[in-house]
């Protein structure tokens, strides 16, 4: 079993920045491949960004640039840096885990937090 807890959201102004953390416990999580989505009000769930180890990372075109996906040396510990924050970015933000690397969407992950809140103001 993996347990998945974020934190980190907050209200920003847009163009301001955000770090969220995602502690994971459980069998054999720091090899897991590790996610971050978010949802919308009145919207899908969709794939953020992904990480398995150093260098293999996976970015949604919407973030590419300004969102950087990273894991501590430990493993147990993602974290999501978002830069240059804009309103359309406004979402419930989750992490994710599972044992292999496919997709980024939420049908390839079997473990979720709870979920972070992020509002970017205008």
């Known amino acids: 079993q993996v347990q998945l807890v974020e934190s980190g959201g907050g209200s920003v102004q847009e163009g301001g920045s955000l770090r969220l953390s995602c502690i994971a416990s459980g069998n054999t999580v720091s090899v897991y491949c590790m996610a971050w989505f978010r949802q919308a009000p009145g919207q899908e769930r969709e794939g953020v960004a992904r990480?398995?180890?150093?260098?293999?990372?996976r970015y949604a075109d919407s973030v590419k640039g300004r969102a950087t996906i990273s894991k501590d040396n430990a493993g147990n510990t993602l974290y999501l840096q978002m830069n240059n924050l804009k309103p359309g970015d406004t979402a419930r933000y989750y992490c994710?885990?599972?044992?292999?690397?496919?997709?980024?969407?939420?049908?390839?992950?079997?473990?979720w937090g709870p979920g972070t809140q992020v509002t970017v103001s205008s």
């Open positions: 994710a885990a599972n044992p292999l690397c496919s997709g980024l969407t939420t049908s390839d992950f079997q473990y």
């Open positions: 990480v398995l180890g150093v260098g293999a990372t």
